[in-house]
């Protein structure tokens, strides 16, 4: 039913943007968000990483804290009451989750990061396809991740901070309403 109307929309000029629709998808709980975690420079981990210790892992810069901050500020003008709040307990996620203030982030395993071997990207993927496998969330939902899961999902590869819409119920590949940058 989603994609009908996405398709009226978007064959009847002057109605509604594609990002729109998009965006009351969302809010409507027919749709999540995926984010890629904000700017935390370099690729993967280090050899010494440890999930428990921020100071083994690659971390936010400044400007990664900026797009986040940025990102709740633009969540909130799409949506100002409850939302969900999903993150990998990754720190560079959790902080990007934090600051940008909109909830109380909930740590989920299912977005830890599959690189480099870490995790299992299969069976990753098939927990989050069904913990989002219902046609509509109870509320607008946030998950943030790194790009081996989001790409995952979505066949795309998203830059620092990139997130995208996707209806539900999740797919594989994912339905993506729209691409967004902060």
Not at 16 to 21: F, M, R, T
Request: with cysteine; net charge neutral; proline share 7%.
């Amino acid at each position: 039913m989603l994609r009908i109307f996405l398709l009226c929309c978007l064959l009847l000029p002057g109605l509604l943007s594609a990002n729109e629709v998009a965006w009351a998808a969302w809010r409507e709980g027919k749709a999540v968000l995926i984010m890629r975690h904000a700017l935390a420079p370099g690729t993967g981990d280090p050899a010494h990483f440890k999930l428990e210790d921020c100071s083994t892992q690659r971390n936010l810069n400044p400007q990664g804290q900026q797009q986040a901050k940025a990102w709740g500020a633009l969540l909130l003008q799409h949506y100002a009451a409850d939302i969900t709040l999903y993150a990998s307990q990754w720190c560079r996620c959790l902080d990007t989750a934090s600051l940008m203030n909109i909830a109380e982030v909930q740590p989920l395993p299912a977005l830890n990061s599959f690189f480099a071997g870490r995790g299992n990207g299969q069976l990753q993927t098939q927990a989050l396809l069904q913990q989002f496998a219902a046609a509509t969330v109870p509320m607008p939902t946030v998950l943030v991740s790194h790009q081996v899961n989001f790409t995952a999902l979505t066949g795309y590869f998203p830059a620092s901070a990139e997130a995208a819409i996707l209806a539900l119920p999740l797919t594989s590949p994912a339905t993506v309403l729209a691409r967004i940058t902060p």
